[in-house]
């Protein structure tokens, strides 16, 4: 792994991301910002957070989910963490250090709404805004993505793909 940059406190974590596919073949991203670090501009987030104590996979992505988006959704929606990553960047004032798995779920009907209701303050104002992407789109994008390799990985985790993702240094 590359040595982490030595200017903030660390905070590690184990942490699940979502790609929530609707039956209209689009994902959900979130439009967020780090208003610490505004040179990093804007990008494209896939939505998830952090494993609490006791927590297995699929019951993080049920809880994050309803949280930052509002849907709710059921077990047998959660695909297996096929995509392992281990990824660091800034934010709030600490250094992220955070070991993700990704998951897919699957919604039955088209991509709803968010509603942000659930979500923490921070989470509050670092996403300003939603899309349901086409995958298409996401995969021939030149937008910046969190994690940053998205639309090259994409079409290979939809297809059921193993993915042991390189250690990124978002920021």
Known sequence: MTALPNDLPIVERDVVRLVVRDDQDRILLFHTRE???????????????????????????????Q?????????DQVGS????????????????????????VRLSGPGPDIDESGRFDDEKEDYFGFRWWPIAEVV??????????LPGLLTGFLAGEEIDEPFELWS
């Not at 949280?67 to 077990?75: D, F, L």
């Not at 021939?140 to 969190?146: C, D, K, Q, V």
């Open 81 to 104: 963490p096929t995509w392992r990553r281990t990824a660091a960047f800034r934010h709030r004032a600490a250094r992220h250090l955070q070991h993700e798995v990704v998951c897919q």
């Open 140 to 149: 021939a994008s030149e937008e910046l993505f969190y994690p940053r390799n």
């Open 67 to 75: 949280e930052e988006t509002g849907i709710v959704a059921t077990a």
């Open 35 to 65: 208003f610490g670090a505004p040179e990093l501009g804007v990008w494209w987030e896939l939505p998830g957070g952090g494993i609490d104590p006791g927590e297995t996979v699929v019951d993080t992505a049920l809880r994050e989910l």
